[in-house]
């Protein structure tokens, strides 16, 4: 079956312009994660959705970053005016009521 | 605060030389620990979950161990294309939260 899947896969912006990163889960997974993944750095957590709860933001950096899900499957992450410092590689994962979590190949995002 | 420390960094092995990967942790209470591959320029792919000390899992060349404080990923007479980084990961149970806590993974090489 498909797995998760992100796009664009490359994006390239400048400093202070907004972006959007956009995530398509597993079907059927109700819960869904974005981390972030800098060079030579761990993942590192940002947002959980499960189902129709309130989604769990304790990872948000800054709050330049934002995301909402819709109809409780796609996911936009939002980043406004962005930095140099978030440049990296974001990630989503997805899964069901289980612990393991499946992710999509991420989208690598440059700030010039 | 959760904690995952990987070792070693990195590893080059030769084609059929088997070795172990190891994965310490601190965390207050263990929901699951989870190990991953991650390709250049793609997502993490999921291996294992281990639950509770003394549990084992394998898949072809590869066998996880876990401990009450650490985990191992066994190796056994790699191939090349077994080359990756292996990411070793930690969910608590602290409250509802599900998120992962991810080592800064182990680089490995296998030369033909």
């Known amino acids: 079956g498909a797995g998760v899947s992100q796009s664009p896969s490359n994006k390239v912006t400048e400093k202070g312009k907004d972006v959007e990163l956009r995530c398509d889960p597993i079907s059927g997974h109700t819960a869904l994660y974005w981390y972030r993944q800098s060079l030579g750095q761990g993942l590192e957590f940002l947002i959980y959705f499960q189902g129709n709860s309130a989604p769990d933001k304790s990872g948000l950096p800054s709050d330049r970053f934002s995301a909402e899900r819709t109809g409780g499957s796609v996911s936009t992450l939002t980043i406004q005016r962005t930095q140099q410092e978030d440049s990296a590689v974001y990630l989503c994962?997805?899964?069901?009521?289980?612990?393991?979590?499946?992710f999509g190949p991420g989208t690598r995002l440059t700030v010039l | 605060e959760d904690q995952v420390t990987q070792s070693p960094e990195a590893l080059r092995l030769q084609e059929g030389e088997s070795s172990s990967l190891n994965c310490s942790y601190t965390v207050s209470g263990l929901r699951g620990l989870f190990w991953y591959r991650q390709d250049p320029g793609k997502g993490p792919e999921f291996l294992f979950t281990l639950y509770s000390a003394g549990e084992e899992k394998e898949k072809e060349r590869l066998k996880a161990t876990l401990t009450k404080k650490e985990s191992f990923l066994h190796i056994t007479a790699p191939k090349p294309e077994d080359s990756a980084t292996y990411l070793c990961?930690?969910?608590?149970?602290?409250?509802?939260?599900?998120?992962?806590?991810f080592g800064s993974g182990t680089q490995l090489t296998v030369l033909p």
């Open positions: 994962a997805s899964s069901t009521s289980g612990p393991e979590q499946f």
């Open positions: 990961a930690v969910q608590a149970p602290s409250g509802s939260a599900r998120q992962l806590t």
